[in-house]
């Protein structure tokens, strides 16, 4: 069914249970499963400052380890993409870049500033991503 699946990634409880439709669709179709974690967008938080900035970060790698560990137990293949940049282009690329098969993201995810200057993420993606997407509402 899918070869190639990315699921985005902000921490957010949605984003999770993206990641989890994602484990599975990745499990039945035995495709391998990549997760994008985009950090330093210049509308994710409020205050730019370096410190926010190396926070986004650590959090973001903390996320990508902990759900690389999920896979590895579901013998799922998994590679992790952690980028900068603005969330919804960075993932658009990065589908095109892997020729993903299904990119997997969530209704609404941390940036409230962010889907008010820009719109959704999610809206973002399925307006400029000529690839499948699974949007997951929760």
């Known amino acids: 069914m899918f070869s190639r699946i990315l699921v985005a ?9 993206a990641y989890s439709r994602a484990l599975e ?6 495709a391998e499963l990549h997760a ?9 938080w409020k205050d730019d400052s370096p410190a926010n900035q190396t926070r986004s970060e650590t959090d973001a790698k903390m ?13 799922v293949s998994f590679t992790p993409h952690l980028v900068s940049g603005h969330p919804g282009d960075r993932i658009v690329s990065t589908a095109d870049e892997m020729d993903a098969d299904l990119i997997v993201v969530g ?4 940036s ?7 719109g959704s993420v999610s809206a973002y993606v399925t307006q400029y991503s000529m690839r499948n997407i699974m949007v997951i509402r929760g």
């Open 107 to 110: 209704s609404l995810g941390k």
């Open 36 to 44: 994008i974690a985009v950090v330093n967008s210049p509308h994710m």
């Open 25 to 30: 669709f990745a499990k039945e179709s035995n």
């Open 112 to 118: 409230h500033l962010d889907r008010l200057l820009l």
């Open 9 to 17: 990634l902000d921490g957010s409880e949605i984003s999770r249970i």
């Open 63 to 75: 996320l990508l380890d902990e759900l690389e560990e999920i896979a590895k137990e579901a013998e």
